[in-house]
């Protein structure tokens, strides 16, 4: 795996984090549950990125070794930052817009 490769993959857990996050959100709105958005995304963020780190493995045959286990490391802390970051603008953006219309 190159730098390449792990960029591809945290934009692909980004793009996969925000869409998994606002249908589980629709979905706990229907039920009626409480939830903490941002606990929420981040725990989606981790568990898409152990996903896709084990799919990528998988399709190219690599081998798990320390470099690897540093590539899922990173990748699972970015991908939780990402989102947390991500999900904390966009509610500031939100709001910040209805504030000011």
Known sequence: MNLEIFLTLLLAVS???GLTVE?????LKELERPYKANIL???VAVALSVLV???YVTLV??????????Y???LVLL?????MVGYDKVIQ???QIRKGA
Not at 23 to 27: N, P, T
Not at 61 to 70: G, L, Q, T
Not at 79 to 83: D, E, F, H, I, N
């Open 15 to 17: 793009i996969l984090t």
């Open 23 to 27: 249908a589980i959100k629709e979905v």
């Open 41 to 43: 995304a981040g725990l």
């Open 53 to 55: 780190m084990a799919g």
């Open 61 to 70: 045959d690599a081998v798990i070794n320390s470099k690897m286990a540093v």
């Open 72 to 74: 899922l490391i990173a």
């Open 79 to 83: 991908s939780w930052l990402s989102a």
């Open 93 to 95: 953006a939100i709001t």
